[in-house]
């Protein structure tokens, strides 16, 4: 699916198309982790991922100069993945299965889940993450240090039960 959103922009020659592509597709990688690690789905972050940029190109010739386009690329996301949550949650991927830390944050609350990730993996600042989820920077900083101390305990227990198995 996001090949075919790279080679449907890439066939775009207009002047929109061309400042799209330079500014907005870098930050794919960024968004995909952030989408897969939400969605705890390969397939459905792509969907999300291609659905985002799909509505960041129609409103692209709206973007005011001093506009942060991470920021506002982000923001696209979040409302997809809103509007995506409404479906039934899918089964984890087998690359949740074989990493203990993608399945330390999967198993994660969704509000802990979502300030880790957009923190941790997506490197926006509380702020950002603040204005993007619609809570108090406060709010932000509560779920993450929490967030983190349960993956930490998490991986804790990971890291004990393997020290048992090699032990033995």
Known sequence: MIKLLLTT?????NRNAVSFQHIALP??????RTAFLMTRDARTAEEVV???YATAYEQFHRLKHDTKVDLWMFRLLIS??????????????????????????R???????DVVVLSDVSDLNH?????LLGCSIGDVQ?????GRRLLAQSLGTFTE????????
Not at 84 to 99: G, Y
Not at 161 to 168: C, E, G, K, R, S
């Open 9 to 13: 922009f890439a066939k775009k020659n």
């Open 27 to 32: 930050m794919m990688d960024r968004l995909y």
């Open 50 to 52: 291609f659905r985002t």
């Open 80 to 105: 997809t993945l809103s509007e995506n949550s409404n479906k039934e949650a899918p089964e984890p991927t087998r690359e949740f299965l074989v990493d203990p830390c993608f399945e330390a944050v």
């Open 107 to 113: 198993r994660l609350p969704e509000e802990y889940r």
């Open 127 to 131: 702020s950002e993450i603040s204005d």
């Open 142 to 146: 509560a779920r993450l240090l929490i």
């Open 161 to 168: 039960h393997l020290a048992d198995i090699f032990d033995t």
